[in-house]
């Protein structure tokens, strides 16, 4: 991966982080329960939101990028992208959470980023229902014929 793809992934995955607060056209989740709805909360990283906010919400790329982080094989992996991208948890406490020295926060990030990539290049071909039906038919098909277990 060279350095366009990196930052193309990166930008993909805060487009997926913010459709999954919530943002782009419906009430975030970081919003008072007034009848205005107006007042949020201060956050730590205030020169990430004003650039998240100013970015329409990429619904149909966000739906992708969901598919290729459920499809990240550890779910540590998952979580890891989730506290980061999505509730843009305080990197020493994601840290902390996953016994990660600080120094090596990004490392995880770009190899997480590699992940993610690999996954949206080789999207699988079968659809998901048509792939449990093809699985209910082999468990209809093998639990009559195999032996008991034991």
């Given at each position: 991966m060279d350095a366009g793809q990196i930052a193309d992934v990166e930008r993909r995955l805060e487009n997926w982080g913010r459709w999954a607060?919530?943002?782009?056209?419906?009430?975030?989740?970081?919003?008072?329960?007034?009848?205005?709805?107006?007042?949020?909360?201060?956050?730590?990283?205030?020169?990430?939101?004003?650039?998240?906010?100013?970015?329409?919400?990429?619904?149909?790329?966000?739906?992708?990028?969901?598919?290729?982080?459920?499809?990240?094989?550890?779910?540590?992996?998952?979580?890891?992208?989730?506290?980061?991208?999505?509730?843009?948890?305080?990197?020493?406490?994601?840290?902390?959470?996953h016994q990660i020295e600080t120094d090596l926060l990004r490392a995880n990030v770009l190899r997480l980023i590699g992940a993610v990539f690999y996954h949206l290049e080789h999207a699988p071909v079968v659809i998901p229902l048509a792939k449990a039906r093809v699985i209910e038919y082999a468990r209809n098909r093998y639990a009559k014929t195999s032996p008991p277990p034991g």
């Open positions: 607060r919530g943002e782009g056209g419906n009430a975030s989740p970081n919003t008072c329960a007034s009848a205005e709805r107006l007042y949020v909360p201060p956050r730590e990283d205030e020169q990430r939101l004003i650039a998240s906010a100013a970015e329409p919400v990429n619904a149909r790329d966000a739906v992708k990028v969901e598919a290729a982080v459920v499809r990240v094989k550890r779910q540590l992996d998952r979580k890891f992208l989730i506290e980061w991208y999505v509730y843009q948890t305080n990197p020493y406490e994601i840290a902390r959470r």
